[in-house]
């Protein structure tokens, strides 16, 4: 299998066994507990401080039970002003600890820091997980082909469970170059063999089916779009409902989702709610 070189590598793979051991403290302070009852590890938890610590702090109670994991890291996008400051004593991580990690041009080291970074902690948490327990890592465009490459070497990727794509947007995000960058990605990796991932039934309790559609319930979705005239005019246009000859001009700011011929194409499918009163909503 393919493995992944970046710089510092190889005093990371090791690194989570050097890290020491906390003791966890309560605060009494910032205690959700009900009055009298005393605080437990059993329980559920708020860790504050850093996250390296927090996870080698968990194993001595928490080793080889956790089910499921869900870590939303940073994404590296130069803008989110994360530090580099793991404790290691080789010298190009003294020149990293305590310094912001730059922006793509900026810093030729930010995703081998990045990849340093999230090492230990993924080997941490993988000692934490129960036999049959996953893992799931939010990530964006920027990393996720290191993400991937990282957690295949941990894990291996026989283990690697399956990619989820989500959209993060219901509109593109008004790029005037390259492409519109409308989702992220969630990373599933299982501990073991016998690590495994179900789905659950989509909630549609608030489809309905007032007019009798034969293709079943559905619901339904604004179709306004997000340009203005100016920018896009061909998304600006008069809609008119065929049977009544009620007519609905577009928002000045947004348009339509579609041109007049898209338009039309979902009028003639039947695709189209028209409200009971052109004055009282619009089209959707």
Sequence with gaps: MPVLSFK????????????????????????????????????????EGDNLLALKALLPTHAGQVKCIYIDPPYNTGNEGWVYNDNLTQPQFKEWIGRTVGKEGEDACRHDKWCCMMYPRLMLLKELLADDGILLVSIDGLEVHNLRCVLDEIFGDERRLGEIVWKTRNTDNRVKKNLSVDHEYVLVYGKSQG?????????????????DDPRGPYVTDPLTGKA????????????ENPETGDRWDPDPSRGWITDPSGMKRLIDEKRVWWPPDPNTGKPR
């Design 195 to 211: 690590a495994s991932l179900q789905g659950r039934i989509i909630d549609r309790s608030d489809f309905q089916n007032p007019d």
């Design 228 to 239: 203005t005239t100016e920018q896009r005019p061909n998304l600006h246009f008069v809609v």
């Design 8 to 47: 510092g590598k190889t005093a990371v793979e090791t690194y989570h066994h050097t890290v020491p051991h906390h003791t966890l403290e309560f605060d009494k302070k910032l205690s959700c507990l009900p009055k009298g009852e005393q605080p437990s590890l059993d329980g559920n938890l708020i860790i």
